[in-house]
């Protein structure tokens, strides 16, 4: 069975850091880029950070570049999120998701997602 | 405020067909291909349409998609109750080199 399972969330104080991991399986991890995408609480979907099947290319939204590291060892199957200098935006629930190989846009396989709380 | 435009809401009534638009610009969805997300209540999104148009195996036909210049619509015929829920469109940018996505759309089934 096709899954993927994050953990890692919690409640960190701003300015603190957190790690995500992601263990995939069911599937060839190497093959297909792999997503971060995240929720606010009431709120949409907002794409967090994208990595290629290598690990050679990385993509982050605005508004965490510079603060999360996204990366992935294809030994252990499994994807990360470095956090770092964390603020209350960054409150949500993280999910971790499969990008087909048509497009980085389309997201075949979604994880259960984990809360990550910032707050003092 | 979302790089994608949605409407915040829709509704129709069991057997209606309704459809959800979804509103970008050239370094988008003109010019990259579009996908729609279900999202039911409490649960991680679903894949419904990429590709513009492609539906994956064991998504229902009454589900479609199309795009034409930069905007795009997801279709859902035959509403079904089961169909209540939140409905995002995604797509990579060209000049944010990332993913955008739409608002979301909530969906009601009256």
């Given at each position: 069975e096709v899954q993927l399972l994050e953990s890692g969330g919690g409640l960190v104080q701003p300015g603190g850091?957190?790690?995500?991991?992601?263990?995939?399986?069911?599937?060839?991890?190497s093959t297909y880029a792999m997503t971060w995408v995240r929720q606010a609480p009431g709120k949409g979907l907002e794409w967090v950070s994208a990595i290629s099947g290598s690990g050679g290319s990385t993509y982050y939204a605005h508004s965490v570049k510079g603060r999360f590291t996204i990366s992935r060892d294809n030994s252990k199957n499994t994807l990360?999120?470095?956090m770092n200098s964390l603020r209350a935006e960054d409150t949500a629930v993280y999910y971790c998701a499969k990008t087909t190989v048509t497009s980085y846009s389309a997201f075949d396989i979604w994880g259960q997602g984990t809360m990550v709380t910032v707050s003092s | 405020q979302s790089v994608l435009t949605q409407p915040p809401s829709a509704s129709g009534t069991p057997g209606q067909r309704v459809t959800v638009s979804c509103s970008?610009?050239?370094?988008?969805?003109?010019?990259?291909?579009?996908?729609?997300?279900?999202?039911?209540?409490?649960?991680?999104?679903?894949?419904?349409i990429y590709s513009n148009d492609q539906r994956p195996s064991g998504v229902p036909d009454r589900f479609s998609g199309s795009k034409s210049g930069?905007?795009?619509?997801?279709?859902?015929?035959?509403?079904?109750s089961e169909d209540e829920a939140g409905y995002y469109c995604a797509a990579w940018d060209d000049s944010l080199i990332g993913v955008v996505f739409g608002g979301g759309t909530k969906l009601t089934v009256l």
């Open positions: 850091s957190l790690r995500l991991s992601c263990a995939a399986s069911g599937f060839t991890f990360y999120l470095q | 970008g610009s050239s370094s988008n969805i003109g010019s990259n291909t579009v996908s729609w997300y279900q999202q039911l209540p409490g649960t991680a999104p679903k894949l419904l930069t905007s795009a619509s997801l279709a859902i015929s035959g509403l079904q």
